[in-house]
């Protein structure tokens, strides 16, 4: 009887770990294979010169993705020539949103002017292993031995109102510790956003 | 003139976006006391945007749960609108719909400091909803229907 509970119990802790699954800090993120709005595949190998990345789960459609587009291609014209490129993924259902299609997205892309490449992830495949949530969701990953290490995961920064009166730049600074070789010390933030549609 | 003066200036007060006083913006202490009433209802507290294409599917199960149960339970919307969608959004949205449920509208940028506190397991999607009364409290990461809202409520209410 004890032994039946204990695995109800073991059973319970298992998947109630693996409905929250997806990418710690730590851990050895996957690379992809995704079609970026010029038409070609783009991987994290590709970028051999680089010395991590930003990844952000962002898209066209959420209002708190939209209040960040200026400060994602700002971060990317930063930290791109330091080794940190940004890579946008665009994980959500084009069936729920059209207004995500690669269509809209090479659109937006050309309307604001972005630098920085904005794959689609069609099947929605990759997202879940990253355990990306919500649009924008931020990755930093940090390239040691040909493996990419997740270092930070969360937001951009601490007010999604306004640019100019943020305090704590969530992304810069882990960027910046990266860079100077040092641990970053803030490596999860939470902000609101919209859920991935799938 | 004096009194013809004022009378203008009455008129252009009471015409000065008369809507914005229609809403009930707090800051996350401010929305604290919603989060903690101590009496002997269920509160049904759902967080919900316009923008929010899933919340605004499951806003009517709320409304029927808030109708259903209107003894036990107090539902609560707290909107995470946008500042800046308050008078051409959540207003008209709010004027439209004439939700039965108390509507209150959360303002507070420094989400990674508030959002924790509401519940350690939330990353921060919505739509998101809290049921508790002074015995209970669970959180629910999830969009619900009408059927499943119920079950969770009537939890609470056995």
Redesign the interface.
């Known amino acids: 009887m004890r032994n039946l509970k204990l695995f109800f119990l073991t059973l319970l802790i298992s998947t109630t770990l693996s409905a ?1 699954n997806g990418y710690n800090i730590g851990d050895v993120a996957t690379d992809f294979r995704l079609e970026n709005i010029d038409g070609n595949f783009i991987s994290l190998s590709d970028f051999s010169e680089a010395k991590g990345f930003i990844l952000i789960f962002t898209c066209n459609t ?2 708190y993705a939209v ?1 960040y587009e200026d400060r994602i291609e700002a971060l990317n014209k930063k930290y791109a020539p330091m080794g940190y490129p940004v890579i946008a993924i665009m994980p959500n259902n084009t069936t ?1 949103k059209p207004g995500d299609s690669l269509e809209a997205m090479k659109k937006r892309a050309i309307e604001k002017g972005f630098t920085f490449p904005y794959l689609i992830d069609r099947e929605q495949s990759i997202f879940p292993q990253y355990g990306a ?2 649009t924008p969701h931020v990755y930093i990953l940090q390239k040691s031995n040909d493996k990419n290490i997740i270092r930070y995961i ?2 951009i920064d ?5 640019a100019s ?1 943020v ?1 704590i730049k ?1 992304v810069e600074n882990a960027v910046e510790e990266l860079l100077n070789g040092m641990q970053v010390h803030l490596t999860k ?9 799938i | 003139m004096k009194s013809f003066i004022y009378f203008i200036l009455t008129l252009h007060i009471l015409s000065c976006s008369p809507n914005q006083n229609k809403l009930e913006v707090y800051d996350f202490q401010g929305v604290k006391k919603f989060l903690h009433q101590k009496d002997n209802k269920t509160y049904v507290v759902n967080f919900w945007a316009t ?4 919340c605004i599917k499951e806003l009517p199960y709320f409304e029927q749960i808030q109708e259903k149960y209107k003894k036990d339970v107090e539902v609560i919307l707290i909107s ?1 609108d ?2 800046s ?1 308050y008078e051409t959004k959540l207003i008209p949205f709010l004027e439209k719909k004439q939700l039965k449920s108390k509507v209150i509208v959360l303002d507070d ?4 400091s508030w ?2 506190k509401i519940d350690s ?7 998101v909803t809290l049921i508790y009364n002074s015995k209970n409290r669970q959180f629910y990461p999830q969009s619900f229907t009408y059927d499943e809202l119920t079950i969770e409520v009537e939890k609470f209410l056995n």
């Open positions: 929250q959420c209002p209040a729920i949530t919500k969360g937001a601490d007010n999604y109102k306004s009166k305090k969530y933030t939470k902000a609101i956003g919209c859920s991935i549609k | 923008w929010c294409a899933p995470l946008f500042p969608q940028v420094d989400m990674n959002i924790p397991n939330w990353d921060g999607a919505i739509p």
